[in-house]
């Protein structure tokens, strides 16, 4: 049975994130591993610091997430909009700085499928605790995406390019194939009409 917990962030601050998820955690019964390797896939559709400066997971939620699982062997991986290079896209978001600094494997999904027929990336495989990292956005195509739309950035980028014309369909059916171990829904900006491609957030800090 699925478990939701709500938590109220007063600001957006990798301690305040850190502080909110650990409390999540001890509220749903997850421990903590020691490690384990654990797979984070922020948000990152695209990222531009005019046209798109809040579509994005904040470098400040990767942060409290690697500060709480200091002792496991973590990879990031984000995918971006068809026709955005990932690598681009994370770049833009602040994830390269931040990666280095921590010597943190950082994927662009939409390159991992090179010489590969398969519908997921090889990467998840061996994977202890997946998290997904959604935000909370409406969509192009749908009246409300939720988090669902996000994990569709998993997919060989032919098949997400393929899958708009019954977008409601895929969406269910990746949910069913790949369920992450974990979602956490930022919600601290909620964007307008379609999300990724407003600049005008506006705030609900929580998550």
């Known amino acids: 049975m699925e478990r939701i917990f709500m938590a109220c962030v007063p600001e957006p601050s990798s301690e305040a994130f850190r502080a909110a998820i650990r409390r999540g955690l001890e509220a749903l019964g997850i421990s903590l591993p020691a490690g384990r390797r654990v797979f984070l896939q922020p948000a990152c559709p695209w990222a531009h610091p005019r046209f798109a400066p809040h579509a994005f997971t904040p470098v400040a939620l990767l942060e409290a997430l690697r500060s709480l699982f200091i002792d496991c062997s973590i990879v990031v991986g984000a995918g971006s909009l068809p026709g955005f290079p990932a690598r681009y896209a994370m770049q833009q978001a602040g994830y390269g700085a931040w990666a280095r600094r921590h010597r943190i494997p950082l994927i662009p999904l939409d390159e991992v499928f090179d010489g590969q027929a398969s519908r997921w990336p090889d990467l998840l495989r061996g994977i202890d605790l997946w998290i ?30 393929h899958a708009y014309p019954r977008l409601p369909e895929v969406i269910i059916q990746t949910l069913q194939e790949h369920p992450p171990h974990l979602i956490i829904l930022d919600a601290t900006q909620v964007l307008h009409r379609g999300g990724s491609w407003q600049a005008n957030p506006s705030r609900s800090r929580s998550w």
């Open 132 to 161: 997904a990292l959604p935000r909370l956005t409406g969509s192009g195509f749908l009246g409300f995406a939720g988090s669902a739309r996000h994990h569709m950035f998993l997919l060989n980028p032919t098949d997400h390019l």
